[in-house]
């Protein structure tokens, strides 16, 4: 009796805990699986609540948001060199990602916050050559069918 009891207020307090929001680790690196200055992942999808932790794998980097590339109304963040942030995204949409010192040499990623259509203004946003050709790789795998992954 007294285990069926303690069963069920185990159940009772699950059941009224809130469910925890993901939290997804990025690392900011100077070379990586796809190359030199990288976030590794370079591709994220989280629920809206979702939090990205920018963890620095090597010294000089940042993250920060793109302008132009966030949903609209977003007010935009920028961490530190060499800072460990985390950002939690609410808003449903795409949120393009660099670090400020290595934008130029194409140091981006792309984060996707619930159910957010890419649009073509999105992929067409103005950036650098390299940021461009990292960009257009991501958007390759997102418009890929799931079963060709």
Known sequence: MRVKIAATLIALGL????ALAETIEVK???RGEN???????DYVELKPG?????????KSHNAASIDG?????YAGFKGQI?????VTFDTPGFYGIKCSPHFA???????????????????????????RGRFDAIFARIDQPKAAQ
Do not use: C, Q, W, Y
Request: no cysteine; aromatic share 4%.
């Open 15 to 18: 059941a009224a805990t809130p």
């Open 28 to 30: 900011m690196l100077n």
């Open 35 to 41: 190359g030199s200055m990288v976030f590794e992942p």
């Open 50 to 58: 979702g939090t990205v932790k920018f963890r620095v794998g090597h």
């Open 69 to 73: 590339m966030v949903p609209e109304g």
């Open 82 to 86: 060499n800072e460990e942030i985390e």
């Open 105 to 131: 040499m194409g140091m981006v990623m792309l984060i996707k916050v619930g159910d957010a259509e890419l649009t073509e203004a999105f992929r067409k946003t103005d950036v650098p050559g390299r940021a």
